[in-house]
């Protein structure tokens, strides 16, 4: 079954090694085959992986698109290591993200990195907040609401 991939005019796709970029009208294209394709919107560059979860994401990235897990192993180990550590509380996150790998599915395991930079906006939100977000019921993290 062929993937159908809709583009907007001037979005880019890359489908293997090459970038293709959609021209001035929407188009449409059906995709055979086994080669890694990932969206524009799904493409981190160097530039714009400027968190570690986001670097963690770009390596998967690489990986994907390369077709080659061992060539970042070290450095994706290195840079989860460094995550979890900075923060235990993306663990789960991390043991998703590497069971993908492990089972060699590497779309997948893109798709659990997204999670974890979501996790990880969440967690800087709050650190920049202070801990103090306040909740729909009107309270503040941690308190109860009185009467």
Not at 90 to 114: H, M, S
């Amino acid at each position: 079954m062929a993937l159908k991939v809709e583009l907007k005019p001037g979005e880019k796709l890359i489908v293997g090694s090459c970038v293709i970029t959609n021209s001035d009208q929407r188009t449409r294209l059906f995709i055979e085959g086994k080669a890694p394709i990932l969206r524009e919107k799904d493409i981190l560059s160097a530039a714009t992986a400027d968190t570690p979860a986001k670097a963690i994401y770009l390596a998967i990235q690489i990986m994907y698109v390369e077709g080659n897990v061992d060539k970042l192993t070290k450095s994706y180990f290195e840079l989860i290591n460094e995550m979890v550590r900075a923060a235990p509380s993306t663990l789960p996150y991390v043991d998703g993200i590497n069971n993908e790998i492990l089972t060699g599915d590497l779309y997948k395991a893109l798709r659990a990195a997204k999670k974890l930079i979501e996790y990880e906006g969440e967690l800087l939100a709050n650190a920049t907040s202070g801990g103090t977000r306040i909740s729909e019921d009107r309270t503040t993290d941690g308190e109860s609401q009185r009467s």
